[in-house]
């Protein structure tokens, strides 16, 4: 009952386009000297999508604490006032970074391994782990949308996570609750460009797709549950159309993609592939509704 109030919580949240102030998240391993006794944790991993990243006024994509993450810890809170979040997630990691490090600076390496250490410090007391991973392995792709690209950065993504859930199952054991997430796909703006902008969303979003699936088969053989954000963007569906403000009748996924981040904002803060407040919101709800299944 108590995971249904937060989700109607948060649900009127994003329809007011109101953020949950959450507060800052602590680094890996530590307590707040004056917040009541940790019960559980909330642990955050993944890429700059789990640390919140948005483009600030100058066009310079910074870390907030909008997030998804934030949002959903704080409608989490509402059931369980000693949660505590710790956000681990390294903009631009990939599932070879998040394995090896490289990216962001870990006293243990590597962002996996400084999950695998603050799951095994705290047995019992984390009551969930997000991730989203793997977008990023395919940015040399995307340009070209290689077919020999594609499928070499495809084999390693299910490869490298099937390790890193490996490693999480076997420090925070088979109770600890995990939610995966597939991705939304930025690149739909490039519909608005006209008809080679067109074809290309198409085939992005065919790519997207077929990521997503090698994701979420990942996740389910370890007994992760889905937090289904290509469809939470409706990516799919370019047969509904809708009236975008500024550019006319097109399809609904683009309409959301422009509406839900800042890949079609104005310069200098688009265009950015990074959700906006309101697209966080819907990611926080969509893993809401993945952990109520």
């Known amino acids: 009952m108590r995971r249904i109030v937060t989700v109607l919580a948060l649900s009127a949240a994003i329809a007011m386009t109101a953020t949950a102030a959450a507060g800052p ?59 505590q979040l710790v ?46 991973i793997g977008a990023n392995d395919l940015n040399p792709c995307v340009a070209s949308l290689s077919e020999q690209c594609v499928e070499e950065a ?18 925070g054991g088979s109770n600890v609750r995990i939610i995966g997430m597939t991705y939304y796909v930025p690149e739909l703006a490039e519909w608005l460009t006209g008809p080679a902008g067109q074809a290309y969303a198409e085939d992005a979003e065919q790519l ?29 569906d370019f047969t509904d159309q809708v009236t975008l403000p500024g550019f006319g009748t097109v399809p609904r996924n ?16 688009g265009p950015n592939e990074h959700a906006n407040v309101i697209g966080y919101g819907v990611i926080a709800l969509t893993f809401l509704v993945a952990d109520l299944r």
């Not at 990521?211 to 992760?224: C, I, M, R, T």
């Open 25 to 83: 998240a602590l680094a890996a391993g530590s307590d707040s000297a004056h917040s009541p006794a940790v019960t559980s944790y909330y642990l955050s991993l993944g890429d700059s999508l789990a640390q919140g990243v948005q483009p600030n006024a100058a066009g310079v994509s910074v870390e907030t604490d909008q997030g998804y993450a934030d949002q959903l810890y704080a409608a989490l809170r509402l059931g369980d006032p000693g949660l």
């Open 87 to 132: 956000k681990l997630g390294c903009p631009g990691e990939t599932t070879g970074t998040m394995l090896s490090g490289g990216i962001c600076s870990y006293p243990q390496g590597s962002q996996l391994a400084a999950a695998v250490s603050f799951l095994k410090a705290h047995p019992g007391r984390v009551s969930l782990v997000t991730i989203d």
């Open 154 to 171: 495809l084999t390693a993504v299910g490869n490298n996570l099937y390790e890193i859930m490996s490693q999480l199952r076997a420090a």
């Open 208 to 236: 997207g797709a077929t990521l997503n699936g090698v994701l979420s088969n990942v996740y389910q053989q370890f007994g992760a549950r889905i937090a289904d954000v290509f469809s939470a963007f409706h990516s799919a």
């Open 254 to 269: 683009v309409a959301i993609i422009c509406q839900w981040t800042w890949e079609c904002a104005p310069p200098p803060r």
